[in-house]
């Protein structure tokens, strides 16, 4: 991802996103290929599927047009410098988009066929914005540099952390079989017969699946494998496989750094918010005649754009961090950062869940709310809640911060 137009060798980054470009490509292919054929077996097109089919191929054309051109011509195919003009006309259509989106989802029918389009855009214009506003600073940045840093966090970064988390759960899957298994039939009898309850009344009992969830997050070796992994290795592999991106780009200058880190978690939270911001589309199986459902997929997608711009900022400072060990030979700067951006992912992910769970607990087997909850019950989820959004509050401050300290004209 170095900034040289002449140069006509592909970066090593440029390599590895290439090969992941071609399975993104081959998954959204065939994501579109059984969505075309559901009507001629008989079925309907599912909008999640729909919208996770469509949004991966759009995704992966966008991501790797970007690629493809840089390493055959040895450039990108945009050089025009982004200023923070760039920032408005995302953050103005956004909302329109959204606003579009959920009436797709009301509508139902042949409009479905722009939904993954909605989709894309609702995950797309958010980092666009917040690489515009780092842009703002030092006269712009180049768009070859933005867009293929993008890429870099939408494609290797997710792929690579995907493959480390599936690891990394498995080995904590078997940790928690361990310590069921140590605590004799009193623990793992209750949890084969919750595993089973869960399953064999995922569709057809809501109420049965909630009361047996309840009795599995309420065993303490599966609430430690949850955190351990969403809270601690998932945010560090994650955070890693960011820097890597901006490691081979090799930066400079301390702004070139900056710019590399946040528009690689840009993209990251890309590929997240098209995963992620799916799932609550499923809930509308064509038109639908309640609000309530329309109503997730926004708020799952303006959720992940606060969450782009987390991404966006820890991988700057992480990328920040790793330009003092490298260039400025400043060890101890470069390691806090670093440890900082790991930490901080971690406290997100942490109070996300603490939110989640708590909520959960809040809840009876019935999926009501419990009449008397206990104050420390009740208060752990709004604690937690309002922490979080203190903590996105302060990472806006803060990218704008380091774009303002860190505003020399970009040379590299």
Known sequence: MPDDADSRR?????????????????????GLLSISLLPALGGTADPGALALGGGFGILAMVFGHTLFARAIRGRSPVHPRLGMRGARWPLLLLPVVIVAGSAIQLAGGATLAWLPVAHVLAALLPAL??????????????????FTALTWGGLAAPVIAMVAEIGFAL?????????????????IDPAAEAVKR??????????????????????????????????????????????????????????????????IG??????????Q????????????????????WPT?????????????????????????????????????????????HGLWNGLILTAALG??????????????????AAALPVVAGSALIALAWTLSLGLMTMARRHGGRESG
């Open 10 to 30: 592909p970066a090593a980054g440029a390599r590895v996103s290439m090969g992941c470009a071609s399975v993104w490509l081959l998954g959204g292919g065939l």
């Open 129 to 146: 914005a917040v690489i515009a506003v780092v842009a703002r600073h030092g006269g712009g940045v180049r768009r070859a540099t933005a």
């Open 171 to 187: 080995l904590l899957g078997l940790a928690v079989l361990a310590a069921l298994h140590a605590g004799g039939p009193a623990t």
């Open 198 to 263: 869960l399953f064999s009344a995922a569709e057809s009992d809501p109420d049965e699946m909630l009361a047996a969830l309840k009795t599995l997050l309420g065993m303490p070796p599966i609430v430690l494998a949850i955190y351990g992994l969403m809270a601690l290795l998932g945010p560090a592999i994650e955070e890693l496989a960011k820097l890597a991106g901006a490691v081979l780009s090799a930066p400079r200058t301390r702004r070139g750094a900056l710019v590399r880190g946040v528009a």
């Open 266 to 275: 840009a993209g990251f939270g890309v590929t997240e918010a098209v995963f």
């Open 277 to 296: 911001g799916a799932s609550p589309v499923s809930l509308t199986p064509g038109a639908v005649d309640t609000m309530a459902p329309a109503l997730a």
């Open 300 to 344: 799952i997608m303006l959720a992940r754009a606060v969450t782009t711009v987390m991404h966006a900022t820890f991988s700057g400072v992480a990328a920040l961090g790793w330009y003092a060990m490298s260039r400025e030979m400043r060890w101890g700067r470069g390691v806090l950062a670093i440890g900082a951006a790991l930490i901080g």
């Open 359 to 376: 909520a959960f607990q809040l809840m009876g087997p019935d999926g009501q709310p419990i009449a008397d909850p206990s104050p420390w």
